[in-house]
T-cell receptor, first 114, second 111 residues
Framework: EPEVTQTPSHQVTQMGQEVILRCVPISNHLYFYWYRQILGQKVEFLVSFYNNEISEKSEIFDDQFSVERPDGSNFTLKIRSTKLEDSAMYFC????????????FGSGTQLSVL | QQQVKQSPQSLIVQKGGISIINCAYENTAFDYFPWYQQFPGKGPALLIAIRPDVSEKKEGRFTISFNKSAKQFSLHIMDSQPGDSATYFCAASIGRGKLIFGQGTELSVKP
């Protein structure tokens, strides 16, 4: 079964450093998303992306965050200057349809900011 | 208005029993209500979903009951098995892949 692949599975960084989280969505999907889950809390929407543009973003997704599809297969989330509160599990997801039905999630990248 | 409230936070059920998880929402613009299952170390996986024009949807041992007037929906897991032990999230959406998740329910099915 096709799956969303995320790398790395764990990332440790110092506060103020830039991090890039990488994702390979399912190959025929056109809609891409980032969500995050702070330990013990619910999964939160960050951003949706289609046709090389952000479709929608949450209030969490401020100027420190950016997304990019640098080539035909990868989808990245960049955090420019990490803060302690950015520590979370970051999930990439993709879907075939714009409505966002049947989102397929990756296994996540656990980001720890020290 | 964008919140989805989920209960209980944790649930222990005997093997063969029925697991019931409830969710409530406020925003009547939500038009898609999925349930996701998450095992430790994995991302959420879509289990079953419903639209508000239907009051019930069943897939195998999993059933969603939807009450539009009460703005509530629930997941029933019949004949619960130890392999069902996981965290379950309800969610709601008005499209474009923006899911509003509930807090999650940690289900433990005892053999």
């Amino acid at each position: 079964e096709p799956e969303v692949t995320q790398t790395p599975s764990h990332q440790v960084t110092q506060m103020g450093q830039e991090v890039i989280l990488r994702c390979v969505p399912i190959s025929n999907h056109l809609y891409f998303y980032w969500y995050r889950q702070i330990l013990g809390q619910k999964v939160e929407f960050l951003v949706s992306f289609y046709n090389n543009e952000i479709s929608e973003k949450s209030e969490i997704f401020d100027d420190q965050f950016s997304v990019e599809r640098p080539d035909g297969s990868n989808f990245t989330l960049k955090i420019r200057s990490t803060k302690l509160e950015d520590s979370a599990m970051y999930f990439c997801a993709s879907s075939e349809t714009q409505g966002g039905e049947k989102l397929f999630f990756g296994s996540g990248t656990q980001l720890s900011v020290l | 208005q964008q919140q989805v409230k989920q209960s209980p936070q944790s649930l222990i059920v005997q093997k063969g029993g029925i697991s019931i998880i409830n969710c409530a929402y406020e925003n009547t613009a939500f038009d898609y209500f999925p349930w996701y299952q998450q095992f430790p170390g994995k991302g959420p996986a879509l289990l079953i979903a419903i639209r508000p024009d239907v009051s019930e949807k069943k897939e195998g041992r999993f059933t969603i009951s939807f009450n539009k007037s009460a703005k509530q929906f629930s997941l029933h897991i019949m004949d619960s098995q130890p392999g069902d032990s996981a965290t379950y999230f309800c969610a709601a959406s008005i499209g474009r892949g923006k899911l509003i998740f509930g807090q999650g329910t940690e289900l433990s099915v005892k053999p």
